[in-house]
């Protein structure tokens, strides 16, 4: 006899049914986003902007930052800075392609550079703030 108690609990905007005590914890996971930006101020705005919407969010300096959080906060979406020390932005897409990891990214920039294979999508800074929340929202789906 399993110890899940499975009266009732359903996502009401996908209107699911979990059948396990694991579905049930998906389902009431909060979306993980890691941020990495080596902009203090840019990178806080980011976060709480996204923290405001309910994202469990976890920020970072650099690409390679993003990288060992992403071993403890396996994260559904990365949002990152171009441009890096250490580990840029477009390095953190390739390094994650080559781990063979689909989650989407989201980058930003202040600089003219176009979107390489594997990004969601790429904003110029600065951006509007509703750009951001559509693109995060569209690239979990």
Not at 43 to 67: K, P, S
Not at 74 to 92: K, W
Request: charged content about 30%; overall charge negative; glycine content about 4%.
């Amino acid at each position: 006899m399993s110890d899940f108690n499975d009266e009732a609990l359903t996502d009401p905007k996908a209107g699911v049914v979990p059948r396990t005590k694991s579905e049930a914890d998906e389902l009431a996971r909060p979306v993980c986003v890691i941020v990495a930006d080596d902009d203090d101020d840019v990178r806080e705005v980011v976060a709480t902007i996204l923290r405001c919407d309910g994202y469990d969010v976890h920020e970072a300096h650099d690409g390679a930052e993003a990288l060992e959080l992403a071993q403890t906060h396996p994260p559904d979406l990365f949002v990152s800075d171009v441009r890096m020390p250490r580990v840029d932005g477009l390095d953190l897409v390739e390094r994650l392609r080559a781990q063979g990891s689909t989650t989407p990214v989201v980058l930003m920039t202040a600089y003219k550079t176009k979107a390489p294979p594997g990004v969601y999508a790429l904003f110029q800074k600065p951006f509007e703030v509703d750009d951001l929340r559509t693109a995060v929202m569209n690239a979990i789906r």
